[in-house]
T-cell receptor
Framework: DGGITQSPKYLFRKEGQNVTLSCEQNLNHDAMYWYRQDPGQGLRLIYYSQIVNDFQKGDIAEGYSVSREKKESFPLTVTSAQKNPTAFYLC????????????FGPGTRLTVT | RKEVEQDPGPFNVPEGATVAFNCTYSNSASQSFFWYRQDCRKEPKLLMSVYSSGNEDGRFTAQLNRASQYISLLIRDSKLSDSATYLCVVNSVKGSQGNLIFGKGTKLSVKP
């Protein structure tokens, strides 16, 4: 089955710790995205990557970092510099090059205390 | 004007009702439009793309009015399973055009 997987589903961390969220896709999509969703809010773009070994900051990149070493994988690190890291994190992918529909993974709920 | 604006609802309707959601977008250069559905504590899922000529998929009809920068979604014969938040989505015209801008969503609750 083709799709996007994110792990873990729930993640708990202490303040001051970095944490890495996994996102893998087997849809052969070129583009991948990370969003954050807070209660009652819309999705906000953190980082995106149109191609392997290249990525761009989205609207709220501060306190986050990413890598895109493989087409299938786009991990997100939430660093201790992120002031309000507790949120629902969603990874998405799209075919790129004019194929704008994005398909989402199931998300990771991160709680930092 | 916000980039994508939706009535947050909630819309509470009985089963079998027809319900319409509206959405406005700010940038006239946007070219791609979508409706996504998001169930509580789940990821958004693509419901349908919106084409200039309007399009229908079963009980769902989407319309686009470029002159008014307005998108609509009509759901006929509502089912209990239609209860969800509906997100209006428009492609960005700054940065990468593949980027999408998501509205905050309109919540629908269908009651028996």
């Amino acid at each position: 089955d083709g799709g996007i997987t994110q792990s873990p589903k729930y993640l708990f961390r202490k303040e001051g710790q970095n944490v890495t969220l996994s996102c893998e896709q087997n849809l052969n999509h070129d583009a991948m995205y990370w969003y954050r969703q807070d209660p009652g809010q819309g999705l906000r773009l953190i980082y995106y990557s149109q191609i392997v070994n290249d990525f761009q900051k989205g609207d709220i990149a501060e306190g986050y970092s990413v890598s895109r070493e493989k087409k299938e994988s786009f991990p997100l690190t939430v660093t201790s510099a992120q002031k309000n890291p507790t949120a629902f994190y969603l990874c998405a992918s799209s075919g790129g090059q004019g194929f704008y529909e994005q398909y989402f993974g199931p998300g990771t709920r991160l709680t930092v205390t | 004007r916000k980039e994508v604006e939706q009535d947050p609802g909630p819309f509470n309707v009985p089963e079998g009702a027809t319900v319409a959601f509206n959405c406005t977008y700010s940038n006239s250069a946007s070219q791609s439009f979508f409706w996504y559905r998001q169930d509580c504590r789940k990821e958004p899922k693509l419901l349908m793309s919106v084409y200039s000529s309007g399009n229908e998929d079963g009980r769902f009809t989407a319309q686009l009015n470029r002159a008014s920068q307005y998108i609509s979604l009509l759901i006929r014969d509502s089912k209990l399973s239609d209860s969800a938040t509906y997100l209006c989505v428009v492609n960005s015209v700054k940065g990468s055009q593949g980027n999408l801008i998501f509205g905050k969503g309109t919540k629908l609750s269908v009651k028996p």
